[in-house]
């Protein structure tokens, strides 16, 4: 069998830090099989002008290498050209993309850097993953170096509509750098026509069937595989974690309010005041619901360095305690507010607890919170799941109230519909979503992908 070489931006700390999610599990278990390299950043900055060593560490039969980022790396491409560039225009956000050479120019020799390093690690019958925006010219700087290995590419974010796209002034050079892989895989069957559409609108290409894509003359795999998670397992951590003191603690603290839970990284594309908007909608139309509900919103701090995050901080904490002003009293307190992240297995425990899942991105391209939210529910007993139609997740949970995140009042009656629907209703939505979810785990994603990359 041969290797396989995973390369991504982040790499998690397998075997070291806390334990690590799903994408993480699964690429493991594909690695430990195959055995292999595990390439990416250090999540650490050199300090200096100049990249830091290559760090080569073996553990549990992977190879992990992995890199400090100079300063200047990490300003241009990471903060710059990945997240204030890519991250803004896959989201639909063009009033925040701050495009500047020279952060573009830094994104390609960061790619170029980590092709130069991973070059004498391969070997000839390898195949080659790499996952997500940060890293699209990797194959095309590994080529330029004579790699001729199979070579894929996961984009794990939407990809926009060819009237967003081709806004980006490089356009041209992130399409051809999409064209040197062998296998080009998105989350929905939308991000894939998307991509086809531009290329047709630019006359350089287009869908040519039956699985394949074409751009420049050249020919490509393109598909969609919609990424999940550890169901079963994380079913059972949440069938776990609602016995454990933490969770016990905070449901008793309820006091028998129903649970509406919300969970995202502090970041733009979740529509987290739209969110808080539509729960106070929620309120103002529902007096009878005063003192009988109570929001959790679970927003761990997100790219600090970038600046339209720090504005959200601030915008998300006024939201919260403007409707606990409004309309909180002395003994109850409408939304409660963690601003920080919180272990997993309390977080399973937690959906476990709740009456209904808030997933009301404005754009996401999968959104793994609504699936674990589903796995997460006592199948006597589930909570609802009320989804933005503009997450990945809404094309297979169909289960879930979907909703509209930035129509606020439509939101409002969502979580009204949820918090009163009969057991009956929630029990018939959640088992084909749960079926679904089993039946198409991470590790049924990872084996597609790496069937169709394997050729
Ligand atoms: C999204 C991206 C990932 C990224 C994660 C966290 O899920 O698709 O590639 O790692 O956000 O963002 P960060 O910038 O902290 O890596």
Known sequence: MSRL??????????????????????????????????????????????????????????????????????????????????????????????????????????????????????????????????????????????????????????????????????????????TAYDVVGFQTKHDATNFASGLEREGIGGDAGDGWMEAYGRRFRAGTFPISIATREFAELARRAVRTAAVRRFADSLEGRDLIIGVDRLDYSKGLTHRIDGYEKFLAANPAWHGRTTMLQVTPKSRTEVPGYAAMQREVAESAGRVNGAIGRLDWVPIRYVNRAIDQKVLAGLYRVARVGMVTPLRDGMNLVAKEFVAAQDPEDPGVLVLSRFAGAAQELDGAILVNPYDIEAVGNALAKALSMPLEERRARFTPMMQQLSEHDISRWCSDFLDVLRG
């Not at 994408?23 to 195959?34: G, I």
């Not at 100079?70 to 956000?93: I, T």
């Not at 700087?141 to 070579?151: A, I, P, T, Y």
Request: charge should be positive; charged fraction near 25%.
């Open 5 to 178: 070489i995973v390369v991504s931006n982040r790499v998690p700390d397998i075997g070291k830090g806390p334990p690590p999610g799903g994408l993480a599990v699964a690429l493991k278990a594909a690695l430990e099989k195959r055995g292999g390299i595990w390439m990416g950043w250090s999540g650490k900055s050199s300090g200096s002008k100049e990249p830091g060593p290559l760090h080569v560490e073996d553990r549990g039969g992977i190879t992990f290498a992995l890199s400090d980022l100079s300063r200047r790396d990490l300003s241009e491409y990471y903060a710059g050209f990945a997240n204030s560039v890519l991250w803004p225009l896959c989201h639909y956000r063009l009033d925040l993309t701050d495009y500047a050479r020279k952060d573009m120019a830094g994104y390609f020799r960061v790619n170029r850097f980590f092709a130069e390093r991973l070059r004498p690690l391969i070997r000839p019958d390898d195949i080659i993953w790499v996952h997500d925006y940060h890293l699209i010219p990797l194959a095309s700087e590994l080529r330029r170096l004579g790699v001729e290995n199979r070579m894929g590419f996961f984009m794990h974010i939407p990809w926009p509509s060819p009237d967003v796209f081709l806004t980006l002034p490089v356009h041209e050079a992130i399409i051809g750098g999409l």
